[in-house]
T-cell receptor, first 112, second 113 residues
Framework: GENVEQHPSTLSVQEGDSAVIKCTYS??????FPWYKQELGKGPQLIID?????GEKKDQRIAVTLNKTAKHFSLHITETQPEDSAVYFC???????????FGAGTILRVKS | NAGVMQNPRHLVRRRGQEARLRCSPM?????VYWYRQLPEEGLKFMVY????????ESGMPKERFSAEFPKEGPSILRIQQVVRGDSAAYFC???????????FGSGTRLTVV
């Protein structure tokens, strides 16, 4: 079955610096890769996603890159702000699997 | 356009009681997924349903847990004879087509005392 590994498990950055979170997936049939942000006591919120026919996608301070050959994808947050502090989850779904498989999560702390 | 609605937000049950968690998907979404999140852990897939059908229940414990998504009304996750280990946050997600656009609800936090 599909397996998603996420690193690092915790990440502390200074306000204004960039943060990068990396994930690898096992099933080459995966074709959709969303990223979720989860704040304390809340449900996961989709922040950006990418399909397998695209190598990079950007939305303001957030970008995601995908390397299908190496089977890894990354989340990049630039100019981090204290409100970016949260748990971030990557996920992958197979074309015919119809369920999201999540990484273990990254606790991001932005220090002001 | 309301998002995914889950209720109750918090549920306390004594050991041996039943817990019923409800999820109303977003308008236009016919695919529903349930996930469980233990404290300080990731989200683990439990079950995937479409209207009146269970598509994938590979993540459901073999006993005491069941799920349904009837033709009318919300999806229900039912846990019979709850034990302390069932204490967790249970999240529901819905999607329009089953392979993209998953939206999560705010979750039900179950505490078994």
């Amino acid at each position: 079955g599909e397996n998603v590994e996420q690193h690092p498990s915790t990440l502390s950055v200074q306000e204004g610096d960039s943060a990068v979170i990396k994930c690898t997936y096992s099933d080459s049939a995966s074709n959709y890769f969303p990223w979720y942000k989860q704040e304390l006591g809340k449900g996961p919120q989709l922040i950006i996603d990418i399909r397998s026919n695209v190598g990079e996608k950007k939305d303001q301070r957030i970008a995601v890159t995908l390397n299908k050959t190496a089977k890894h994808f990354s989340l990049h947050i630039t100019e981090t702000q204290p409100e970016d502090s949260a748990v971030y989850f990557c996920a992958a779904v197979m074309e015919y699997g119809n369920k999201l498989v999540f990484g273990a999560g990254t606790i991001l702390r932005v220090k002001s | 356009n309301a998002g995914v609605m889950q209720n109750p937000r918090h549920l306390v049950r004594r050991r041996g009681q039943e817990a019923r968690l409800r999820c109303s998907p977003m308008k236009g979404h016919s695919h529903v997924y349930w996930y469980r999140q233990l404290p300080e852990e990731g989200l683990k897939f439990m079950v995937y349903l479409q209207k009146e059908n269970i598509i994938d229940e590979s993540g459901m414990p073999k006993e005491r847990f069941s799920a349904e998504f009837p033709k009318e009304g919300p999806s229900i996750l039912r846990i019979q004879q709850v034990v302390r280990g069932d204490s967790a946050a249970y999240f529901c997600a819905s999607s329009p087509q089953g392979n993209y656009g998953y939206t999560f609800g705010s979750g039900t936090r179950l505490t078994v005392v």
